[in-house]
């Protein structure tokens, strides 16, 4: 399989129709995939076809495989990847990962037709606290990509490609200021959405100081505001996160979704004192961790060696 393998053979890989495929090709498989499904505005005929290959794989019982599934389909900038989305973020029998990234992915296409949905799981009292939190980003990130203030605020051109789930807060002159930003980031009476901006105000900021102030935010309570923190540290591959990355990761107590980003954290920085750490991983209490340190592995592996390809994701 490579990238130019037919789109039956990726999606028989992304699958595993052979029963035998590594955890590792079926993620290579997708990220080709969602490079076709992006490609709507040239091809929309194979952009339609991947979209629709890539979510079949919403029957697989990998909670980790369909919460990247989830997340490529959001970053596809193809609306006709809501419906979908649409359908497993109300699905609970997915497991909450999967239905989490599928909130996230309808905020990251910034659908308007989904806002009806999200509002719903925000204001519902039984549902999950990530869940709703979730809802409540993606809900504020499609309101302010349609709004004014989209088209008049001047951002830091992000150095990554991903479609984050809030925008970074403006340039001006208090949001270089490091311990402003921390304030903001650590702010539990501020709306989450303001919080997520400062985070990725110090994302793109990206020294040392901005990586350790981050780091400052796995003292939160939120699930899903660590794992974003963790998500972000494998963008940046500072090896200055590493140890707060290691601490995250050996927590018991951790929600396995914050473990499972900070494995994979670990994977792309990829320095020699994260190997044993992520080995000892492949034995976790949870599967999602545990075949997180199996991408991880694959990662390291690929960071360290003279391969000059892995899919651009
Ligand atoms: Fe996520
Ligand atoms: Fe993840």
């Known amino acids: 399989m490579n990238e130019s393998s037919s789109l039956e053979t990726l999606r028989d890989t992304l699958i595993n129709s052979s029963g035998s495929t590594p955890l590792s090709d079926r993620f290579r498989a997708l990220f080709y995939l969602k490079s076709i499904g992006s490609n709507h505005e040239n091809d929309p005929k194979n952009a339609q076809l991947a979209i629709d290959y890539i979510s079949q794989a919403f029957n697989d019982d990998s909670e980790l495989l369909k919460h990247e599934v989830a997340y490529c389909l959001g970053q596809t900038h193809n609306l006709n990847a809501a419906p979908t989305l649409r359908n497993v973020l109300e699905d609970l029998n997915q497991q909450c990962m999967v239905r989490h990234e599928a909130a996230e992915a309808l905020g990251a296409l910034g659908d308007s037709n989904s806002l009806e949905l999200l509002i719903k799981y925000f204001n519902d009292p039984n549902e999950l606290l990530e ?32 479609i984050d789930p809030a925008p970074p807060l403006p340039l001006n002159n208090s949001t270089d200021k490091i311990d402003k930003l921390k304030n903001i980031l650590n702010d539990n009476n501020q709306p989450l959405f303001q919080r997520y901006r400062a985070m990725f105000r110090l994302r793109d900021l990206g020294t040392d100081d901005a990586c350790l102030a981050l780091s400052s935010g796995f003292n939160d309570d939120s699930a899903l505001f660590k794992h974003e923190i963790a998500y972000i540290f494998g963008q940046i591959c500072n090896p200055i996160t590493v140890p707060s ?12 979704m914050v473990r499972h980003e900070a494995a994979e954290a670990l ?43 892995y899919a651009k994701v």
């Open 131 to 162: 869940i709703k939190q979730t809802c409540e980003l993606a809900i504020e990130r499609i309101k302010w990509e349609n709004s004014k203030l989209s088209k008049e605020e001047i951002l830091q051109k992000s150095l990554y490609e991903s």
């Open 245 to 256: 990355l290691i601490d995250v990761v050996q927590r018991d107590y951790e929600a396995p």
């Open 267 to 309: 994977g792309s920085i990829a320095t020699p004192e994260t190997l044993p750490v992520l080995k000892n991983l492949l034995n976790d209490k949870d599967e999602v961790v545990r075949d997180s340190a199996i991408v991880a592995l694959d990662m390291w592996d690929y960071e360290n060696s003279n391969e000059i390809e």
